[in-house]
């Protein structure tokens, strides 16, 4: 079992920046690849970014390629992602997600936080 808390998620203003991070505990860390999906509501959970295991290999949804950087810290148990020059579409639950493989799909991930609320206000 893989227990996953994210954190940072907040108000701002269009075009500024937040820093999410997402804890895993659990399980060994290193074993997952490791995503960020976002939902707003009443909408899908869409793909944002993922990274595999050793820190070497990321991908993106193309909407926020070269604004959003995913990274880990595997000493720490920890991912983050930077988010820059944020838009108001992209206010939503952001979700940090645990995987034997990285992936866009949900369903492959087996272990889902809870999520923390982003606010992109105008």
């Known amino acids: 079992q893989v227990h996953i808390i994210e954190s940072g998620g907040g108000w701002v203003q269009v075009g500024g920046s937040l820093r999410l991070s997402c804890e895993a505990s659990?399980?060994?860390?290193?074993?997952?690849?490791m995503g960020w999906f976002r939902q707003a509501p009443g909408k899908s959970r869409d793909f944002v970014a993922a990274?595999?295991?050793?820190?070497?290999?990321?991908r993106y949804a193309d909407s926020v390629k070269g604004r959003f950087t995913i990274s880990r810290d595997n000493a720490k148990n920890t991912v983050h992602l930077q988010m820059n020059n944020l838009k108001v579409e992209e206010t939503a639950v952001y979700y940090c997600?645990?995987?034997?493989?990285?992936?866009?799909?949900?369903?492959?991930?087996?272990?889902w936080g809870q999520g923390t609320q982003v606010t992109v206000s105008s």
């Open positions: 997600a645990a995987g034997n493989l990285l992936s866009t799909m949900t369903g492959e991930y087996s272990y």
């Open positions: 990274i595999n295991w050793p820190g070497s290999y990321t």
């Open positions: 659990g399980r060994t860390f290193q074993d997952f690849a």
